[in-house]
């Protein structure tokens, strides 16, 4: 890949940021389909900075990570609807100056689940009431599914189930309601602590989907024991490709390479 004059800046703001494998994945989908462009990690102190910066170097797009989801959205000059529904944006297009955020999180969630399930007419519990189970609820809910959220503190639980228009549960009540998806959306059982898990084994039964949003380990606790239990299992790595393949719509007008993109990021983690 030359660069020159003419390459395009794009990149993930975020703090901390150098974990993220979003510049792996998007410079590698970037090389295969032959665009002059380059995607770097800033992590940034000052929000309303970075967004002078952005406008006035002309980055082309922008992937938003914790803590900015929300706190970006007074600085853009448009939000799209299921971003401010969601009340998150992760993914910023730069149109000649005019900045326009969007969701690509629910999206990639929904694709990925999809891709491994019927999702109609189902029962899911999501663990957890942060920026990932709202995204995911908003979405889901659109979808018309029976959602429950099961969350550590209750009062955080309760606002985002009373917002979905869904029921909710303590963690510990999990086991007494039934459900045909679990999705986890906590950090619970990411890298470095591979051996918690948010829900008791209890809660698994065999004929379940159980997903975790996590990727880093690809197969956490939770799916583990999911998997001895006998139920399908998928872990967080295509809700993340999927979610980057519709930032690299938003941003080219082009399909992403998916395949590309998966395998970059799976030399990286494994
Ligand atoms: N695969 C992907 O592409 C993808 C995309 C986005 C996010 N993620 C992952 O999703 C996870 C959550 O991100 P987020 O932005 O939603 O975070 P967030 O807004 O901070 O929410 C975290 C949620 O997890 C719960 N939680 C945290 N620690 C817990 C513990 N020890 N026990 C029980 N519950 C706990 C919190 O409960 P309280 O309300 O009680 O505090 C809260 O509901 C992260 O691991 C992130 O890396 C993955």
Request: glycine share 8%; aromatic share 6%; charged share 25%.
């Given at each position: 890949m030359r660069i020159d004059q003419y390459t395009q800046l794009y990149g993930v703001i975020g703090n901390?940021?150098?974990?993220?494998?979003s510049p792996i994945m998007h410079n590698a989908a970037f090389e295969d389909r032959r665009i002059n462009a380059v995607y770097l990690a800033f992590e940034i102190k000052e929000l309303e900075d970075c967004i002078k910066g952005v406008r006035s170097l002309g980055i082309k797009g922008l992937s938003v990570t914790i803590p900015f989801k929300s706190e970006i959205i007074p600085f853009l000059d448009e939000v799209d609807d299921l971003a401010k529904r969601i009340g998150a944006v992760n993914t910023v297009v730069n149109e000649d100056g005019f900045l326009k955020g969007y969701n690509t999180d629910a999206s990639g969630a929904l694709r990925a689940l999809e891709g491994k399930t019927d999702i109609s007419g189902k029962r899911v519990v999501i663990i957890g009431a942060g920026g990932t189970a709202r995204a995911a609820g908003y979405i889901l809910k659109q979808k018309g599914m029976d959602i429950t959220i099961a969350n550590r503190s209750r009062e955080r639980g309760m606002a985002l189930a009373e917002s979905l228009g869904c029921g909710f549960v303590n963690l510990k009540e999990l086991t007494d309601i039934k459900h045909d998806i679990l999705i986890n959306t906590t950090p619970v059982g990411m890298s470095p602590d591979?051996?918690?898990?948010?829900?008791?084994?209890?809660?698994?039964?065999?004929?379940m989907v159980v997903m975790d949003v996590?990727?880093?380990?690809?197969?956490?606790k939770l799916l583990a024991m999911a998997e001895a239990r006998g139920c399908t299992i998928l872990n967080g790595l295509p809700i993340f490709i999927y979610q980057g393949a519709e930032q690299f719509r938003l941003w080219t007008g082009l399909d992403a390479p998916v395949t590309i993109m998966d395998e970059a990021v799976k030399k990286v983690l494994v």
């Amino acid at each position: 890949m030359r660069i020159d004059q003419y390459t395009q800046l794009y990149g993930v703001i975020g703090n901390p940021v150098r974990h993220s494998l979003s510049p792996i994945m998007h410079n590698a989908a970037f090389e295969d389909r032959r665009i002059n462009a380059v995607y770097l990690a800033f992590e940034i102190k000052e929000l309303e900075d970075c967004i002078k910066g952005v406008r006035s170097l002309g980055i082309k797009g922008l992937s938003v990570t914790i803590p900015f989801k929300s706190e970006i959205i007074p600085f853009l000059d448009e939000v799209d609807d299921l971003a401010k529904r969601i009340g998150a944006v992760n993914t910023v297009v730069n149109e000649d100056g005019f900045l326009k955020g969007y969701n690509t999180d629910a999206s990639g969630a929904l694709r990925a689940l999809e891709g491994k399930t019927d999702i109609s007419g189902k029962r899911v519990v999501i663990i957890g009431a942060g920026g990932t189970a709202r995204a995911a609820g908003y979405i889901l809910k659109q979808k018309g599914m029976d959602i429950t959220i099961a969350n550590r503190s209750r009062e955080r639980g309760m606002a985002l189930a009373e917002s979905l228009g869904c029921g909710f549960v303590n963690l510990k009540e999990l086991t007494d309601i039934k459900h045909d998806i679990l999705i986890n959306t906590t950090p619970v059982g990411m890298s470095p602590d591979v051996d918690e898990c948010p829900v008791p084994q209890e809660a698994l039964q065999e004929d379940m989907v159980v997903m975790d949003v996590i990727y880093n380990p690809l197969k956490t606790k939770l799916l583990a024991m999911a998997e001895a239990r006998g139920c399908t299992i998928l872990n967080g790595l295509p809700i993340f490709i999927y979610q980057g393949a519709e930032q690299f719509r938003l941003w080219t007008g082009l399909d992403a390479p998916v395949t590309i993109m998966d395998e970059a990021v799976k030399k990286v983690l494994v």
